[in-house]
Protein backbone atom coordinates (compact mmCIF):
# COMPACT_ATOMS: atom_id res chain seq x y z
CA UNK A 1 0.00 0.00 0.00
CA UNK A 2 1.32 3.73 -0.79
CA UNK A 3 1.66 6.37 1.17
CA UNK A 4 2.23 4.64 4.37
CA UNK A 5 4.19 6.15 7.53
CA UNK A 6 4.93 4.37 10.74
CA UNK A 7 5.46 6.56 13.72
CA UNK A 8 6.00 5.81 17.54
CA UNK A 9 2.69 6.32 19.27
CA UNK A 10 2.01 9.37 21.34
CA UNK A 11 -0.60 10.90 23.69
CA UNK A 12 -1.79 12.89 20.32
CA UNK A 13 -2.39 9.95 18.61
CA UNK A 14 -5.10 8.21 21.22
CA UNK A 15 -8.12 9.58 19.78
CA UNK A 16 -7.41 7.79 16.55
CA UNK A 17 -5.98 4.88 17.90
CA UNK A 18 -9.30 4.75 19.65
CA UNK A 19 -11.42 5.15 16.94
CA UNK A 20 -9.88 1.50 15.79
CA UNK A 21 -10.14 -0.25 19.20
CA UNK A 22 -13.79 0.24 19.44
CA UNK A 23 -14.22 -0.73 15.53
CA UNK A 24 -11.95 -3.97 16.34
CA UNK A 25 -12.49 -5.35 19.47
CA UNK A 26 -15.30 -6.81 21.56
CA UNK A 27 -13.49 -5.88 24.46
CA UNK A 28 -11.88 -2.67 24.03
CA UNK A 29 -8.93 -0.97 25.83
CA UNK A 30 -10.31 2.25 27.62
CA UNK A 31 -8.73 5.57 26.27
CA UNK A 32 -6.87 5.76 29.94
CA UNK A 33 -5.01 2.41 29.36
CA UNK A 34 -3.24 3.20 26.04
CA UNK A 35 -2.16 6.93 27.61
CA UNK A 36 -0.82 4.75 30.81
CA UNK A 37 0.79 2.48 28.37
CA UNK A 38 2.18 5.41 26.51
CA UNK A 39 3.29 7.28 29.21
CA UNK A 40 4.09 5.14 32.15
CA UNK A 41 5.03 1.47 30.87
CA UNK A 42 8.65 1.38 30.48
CA UNK A 43 8.06 -2.04 28.73
CA UNK A 44 5.50 -0.87 26.47
CA UNK A 45 6.52 -0.36 22.64
CA UNK A 46 3.83 1.00 20.27
CA UNK A 47 3.69 2.50 16.91
CA UNK A 48 0.86 4.02 14.91
CA UNK A 49 0.14 3.63 11.02
CA UNK A 50 -0.90 6.48 8.88
CA UNK A 51 -1.99 7.37 5.42
CA UNK A 52 -2.28 10.74 4.76
CA UNK A 53 -1.71 12.11 8.33
CA UNK A 54 -5.12 9.64 9.35
CA UNK A 55 -4.33 7.17 11.83
CA UNK A 56 -5.19 3.62 9.84
CA UNK A 57 -3.93 0.87 12.29
CA UNK A 58 -1.38 0.64 15.45
CA UNK A 59 -0.12 -2.39 16.99
CA UNK A 60 2.41 -2.61 20.10
CA UNK A 61 4.29 -4.97 22.47
CA UNK A 62 5.53 -5.34 25.69
CA UNK A 63 9.35 -5.78 26.25
CA UNK A 64 10.32 -8.23 28.88
CA UNK A 65 13.99 -8.92 28.93
CA UNK A 66 14.66 -10.80 25.52
CA UNK A 67 10.97 -11.57 24.80
CA UNK A 68 8.07 -9.03 23.59
CA UNK A 69 4.44 -10.06 24.36
CA UNK A 70 2.19 -8.45 21.26
CA UNK A 71 -0.12 -6.79 22.96
CA UNK A 72 -2.23 -5.47 19.93
CA UNK A 73 -2.41 -5.29 16.64
CA UNK A 74 -5.40 -3.40 14.84
CA UNK A 75 -6.42 -1.86 11.48
CA UNK A 76 -9.37 0.13 10.71
CA UNK A 77 -12.00 -2.20 9.12
CA UNK A 78 -11.35 0.26 5.60
CA UNK A 79 -8.39 -0.17 5.43
CA UNK A 80 -8.68 -4.50 6.36
CA UNK A 81 -7.13 -6.23 3.76
CA UNK A 82 -4.73 -4.42 1.53
CA UNK A 83 -1.38 -5.00 3.52
CA UNK A 84 -1.69 -2.53 6.55
CA UNK A 85 -1.50 -5.44 8.69
CA UNK A 86 1.62 -6.66 7.23
CA UNK A 87 3.29 -3.40 7.28
CA UNK A 88 2.61 -2.90 11.19
CA UNK A 89 4.11 -6.69 11.31
CA UNK A 90 6.93 -6.01 9.37
CA UNK A 91 7.58 -2.71 11.29
CA UNK A 92 7.12 -4.65 14.99
CA UNK A 93 10.01 -7.39 13.63
CA UNK A 94 12.13 -4.32 12.71
CA UNK A 95 11.19 -2.41 16.43
CA UNK A 96 11.78 -5.97 18.08
CA UNK A 97 15.31 -7.22 15.97
CA UNK A 98 16.24 -3.44 17.36
CA UNK A 99 15.54 -3.87 20.87
CA UNK A 100 17.25 -7.34 20.74
CA UNK A 101 14.33 -9.09 21.72
CA UNK A 102 14.78 -13.03 20.23
CA UNK A 103 11.49 -14.25 20.58
CA UNK A 104 7.61 -13.11 20.73
CA UNK A 105 4.66 -14.20 21.79
CA UNK A 106 0.60 -13.47 21.78
CA UNK A 107 -2.75 -14.67 22.22
CA UNK A 108 -5.28 -14.49 19.69
CA UNK A 109 -9.24 -15.76 20.04
CA UNK A 110 -9.63 -19.43 19.32
CA UNK A 111 -12.48 -18.68 16.68
CA UNK A 112 -10.72 -15.53 14.60
CA UNK A 113 -9.17 -17.77 12.17
CA UNK A 114 -8.32 -14.64 10.21
CA UNK A 115 -5.98 -13.44 12.82
CA UNK A 116 -4.59 -17.43 13.30
CA UNK A 117 -3.71 -17.57 9.31
CA UNK A 118 -2.18 -13.82 9.66
CA UNK A 119 0.56 -15.03 12.62
CA UNK A 120 1.41 -18.18 10.86
CA UNK A 121 1.85 -16.50 7.54
CA UNK A 122 4.95 -14.91 10.21
CA UNK A 123 6.30 -17.76 11.92
CA UNK A 124 4.42 -18.29 15.48
CA UNK A 125 3.10 -21.33 16.10
CA UNK A 126 0.79 -22.53 18.59
CA UNK A 127 1.99 -23.23 21.80
CA UNK A 128 -1.30 -23.48 24.65
CA UNK A 129 -4.56 -22.72 25.53
CA UNK A 130 -5.82 -20.02 27.69
CA UNK A 131 -9.07 -21.47 28.75
CA UNK A 132 -11.93 -19.15 29.01
CA UNK A 133 -9.36 -16.37 28.90
CA UNK A 134 -12.20 -13.92 27.28
CA UNK A 135 -14.58 -12.04 29.60
CA UNK A 136 -17.08 -11.13 27.07
CA UNK A 137 -17.41 -14.74 25.82
CA UNK A 138 -15.36 -17.28 28.00
CA UNK A 139 -13.48 -18.28 24.28
CA UNK A 140 -10.31 -19.59 24.96
CA UNK A 141 -7.23 -17.72 24.12
CA UNK A 142 -4.41 -19.59 21.66
CA UNK A 143 -1.15 -18.97 22.98
CA UNK A 144 1.51 -18.64 19.68
CA UNK A 145 4.96 -17.98 19.67
CA UNK A 146 7.35 -16.57 17.48
CA UNK A 147 11.03 -18.18 18.33
CA UNK A 148 12.95 -16.69 15.62
CA UNK A 149 11.96 -12.79 16.02
Known amino acids: MDNLEVEKMTIEHIDGVMIIEHLCFSIP ?3 EAFIEE ?4 KFARYIV ?5 NIIGYAGLWKIFDE ?3 T ?3 VHPEFQGIGVGDFLMN ?3 VLAKNENIVKLTLEVR ?3 TKALKFYRKY ?3 EQGIRKGYYSDNKEDAIIMWKEDA
Open 123 to 125: GFI
Open 29 to 31: WSK
Open 49 to 53: AKKDC
Open 110 to 112: AGN
Open 38 to 41: IKSN
Open 72 to 74: NIA
Open 68 to 70: GHI
Open 91 to 93: NLL
